[in-house]
């Protein structure tokens, strides 16, 4: 996954991971990581959920999302 530059668009990322901000942008507030899981209608058991909060962080890493001290994540 690329690190977000100025005018790149989430067309650059796989299609999971856009989908993974989309739910993060439709969310009413931040979200944590099985919100996410359950929106992607997998399993909430933590070998489902912990993959999950992998791909957000790396969204956050990245700048394509922002991580809140208390681990949630908003859209940037």
């Avoid at 989430?10 to 969310?27: D, H, K, N």
């Avoid at 997998?42 to 991580?67: F, H, M, N, Y």
Wanted: proline share 8%; aromatic share 4%; charged share 35%.
């Amino acid at each position: 996954m690329p690190d977000r530059a100025e005018g790149m668009g989430p067309e650059a990322l796989t299609s999971e991971y856009r989908r993974i901000m989309e739910i993060v942008a439709g969310a009413d507030g931040p979200v944590m990581a099985k919100d996410v899981a359950k929106a992607l209608e997998r399993e909430l058991t933590p070998g489902k959920v912990e993959p999950v909060r992998g791909q957000l962080r790396k969204l956050a890493d990245r700048g394509w999302i922002s991580r809140t001290g208390a681990g949630r994540y908003l859209p940037r």
